[in-house]
């Protein structure tokens, strides 16, 4: 049975940090791409970070390069996500998900999802 779960969200101000956590088990994280997504209230699940398997390999939407850095531990069957300089419209639910059946920036590839973890930013 695959799981993921999300954890490290919370209330930040704008300008702030935050290191989200996403804990695999299961077949999906076996030689897996993994991504990150987020969904604000009102608006569509949108692609934020993927990782490759051996983490050479990392994709970006363009408003979070530079202040967000996907990695992962495969030791630990953890991806993580880390994010800098928090703008109040990037308040949303941040998703992790697992195995992509085609580019990892799709949202509608990915079969394995975790519940998600709120990140609210404040102004």
């Given at each position: 049975?695959v799981q993921?779960?999300?954890?490290?969200?919370?209330?930040?101000q704008a300008?702030?940090s935050?290191r989200l956590s996403c804990?695999?088990?299961g077949?999906?994280f076996?030689?897996?791409?993994m991504?990150?997504?987020?969904?604000?209230?009102?608006?569509?699940?949108e692609?934020?970070a993927?990782i490759?398997?051996?983490?050479?390999?990392?994709y970006?939407?363009?408003s979070?390069?530079?202040r967000f850095t996907i990695?992962?531990?495969?030791?630990?069957?953890?991806v993580?996500?880390?994010i800098n300089s928090?703008r109040?419209e990037?308040t949303?639910?941040?998703?992790?998900?697992?195995?992509?059946?085609g580019?990892p920036?799709?949202?509608?590839?990915?079969?394995?999802w975790?519940r998600g973890t709120?990140?609210?930013v404040s102004?």
């Amino acid at each position: 049975q695959v799981q993921l779960v999300e954890s490290g969200g919370g209330l930040v101000q704008a300008g702030g940090s935050l290191r989200l956590s996403c804990a695999a088990s299961g077949r999906a994280f076996s030689n897996a791409w993994m991504g990150w997504f987020r969904q604000a209230p009102g608006k569509e699940r949108e692609f934020v970070a993927a990782i490759s398997w051996t983490g050479t390999n990392t994709y970006y939407a363009d408003s979070v390069k530079g202040r967000f850095t996907i990695s992962r531990d495969n030791a630990k069957v953890t991806v993580y996500l880390q994010i800098n300089s928090l703008r109040p419209e990037e308040t949303a639910v941040y998703y992790c998900a697992a195995a992509p059946r085609g580019s990892p920036s799709r949202r509608n590839v990915y079969d394995y999802w975790g519940r998600g973890t709120q990140v609210t930013v404040s102004s």
